[in-house]
């Protein structure tokens, strides 16, 4: 039986040793539903870099066709066409683009599953399609919670226990998938109200960003499955 | 308000970071269920060192009134009184005396914690005395799980779990604490049955050990604080 891993925060990845798994990028607030929003309403691509600097420098280098979004302490970077609100990704604002984005643990936590055989993007917006087509796996899984600052995150532990709940009986789960599988199972009812008690929920919402959150846990979006090749995200 | 964090491993402990706090260290197969109910029993002290050598070092240099115990894969040591079993340091046997313990996570544990304002042992022998112990504390407190060779173990996050969510009113719960909070308080209807799908748990099952596990989570025994000085263990 292939095993379900799941890994706390972007600094506990060990690239090397996840390097046989499909691995799967969960951060809920804000950057993997950006990009499943993104993408599902219409950006032909998104990018995700890790600094600033390499944001910039793609637009140096590409003419047109594109728009640098992303986020420094949960604000919008200067020079930059959008925040890291999924609310700004409108298809009237993505059709057809492609959008180059940076954030402080999502795209990090994408670049270090950089050597994994498949890699996903996974958000509140889109499990039941993640969920799906990781049961059609034959390897081993490795959900990367990106965390805040290389803090464990509530809503992240909450997005990958749903995903472990669901894939229990098709993979064996490791003692902190198993974890995480019953904390959501017990909260899944009231799954905002208990991610309301978390640090970055809580900051989130200090810094004006309430309806965003709103915007990502709803569950009923039903969004597709998002998959990465090096740093670029597309639709599966 | 006073912080609580859960660490999820011996090995994720920062001794710089946590030394303005009371620190916790679980090891519930077996390591602090031992030392807990070697005190309960009699034994003097428990002195927790990092390896072999250091406990027949021990030996060398004192000429009666101990006895060496602990494990490696589990198992008795070549040349020690007792292996790491909570059934042996009985009343007969540790009354009295010193016991010098050497284990694979514990102690590493133990030792990652040396710097705190103090430091606790806590099992689900003596989870009362030490909540209601915490409970009088205007400090931050860091429970510190041992884990398994470096990975997250389900039975001390259970107990890590049971103590939070027993003082979540007194202290701010970090996200990590919330989580485990949230499962033991779900599983604690069935805290064996749900403990027995853990990796940790399993092994020792498969290695015979099963009577140990039965007397680890026998949590009516209400044993004890135990605190702590630099490697010593003493009843509180």
Not at 41 to 48: I, P
Request: with cysteine; charged share 20%; hydrophobic share 40%.
């Amino acid at each position: 039986m292939w095993q379900l891993d799941i890994l706390p925060t972007a600094q506990s990845v060990d690239s090397e040793q996840i390097s046989n798994s499909t691995a799967c990028v969960i951060d809920v607030l804000r950057a993997t539903s950006v990009i499943t929003t993104a993408l599902a309403n219409g950006a032909t691509q998104v990018v995700a870099v890790a600094t600033t600097d390499e944001a910039l420098q793609y637009r140096r280098q590409n003419a047109s066709g594109f728009l640098l979004g992303g986020e420094r302490n949960a604000d919008k970077i200067d020079g930059f066409d959008l925040d890291n609100s999924p609310l700004r990704y409108t298809p009237e604002v993505v059709a057809g683009k492609t959008i180059v984005l940076t954030t402080t643990n999502g795209t990090l936590a994408l670049s270090k599953c950089r050597r994994c055989r498949q890699t996903l993007v996974a958000s509140l917006l889109n499990t039941s399609a993640t969920i799906e087509y990781l049961s059609q796996h034959s390897c081993d899984i490795t959900i990367v919670c990106a965390g805040t600052e290389g803090r464990f995150s509530l809503e992240d532990a909450l997005c990958a226990g749903m995903i472990a709940d669901a894939l229990r009986h098709r993979f064996r789960l490791t003692d902190f998938a198993l974890a995480m599988a019953q904390m959501y199972n017990s909260a899944c009812a009231e799954l905002k109200h208990f991610a309301s008690q978390g640090f970055h929920y809580q900051r989130l919402v200090q810094k004006g960003y309430a309806a965003d959150i709103d915007f990502c846990f709803d569950t009923s979006k039903q969004l597709p499955v998002v998959v990465c090749e090096g740093e670029t995200c597309r639709l599966g």
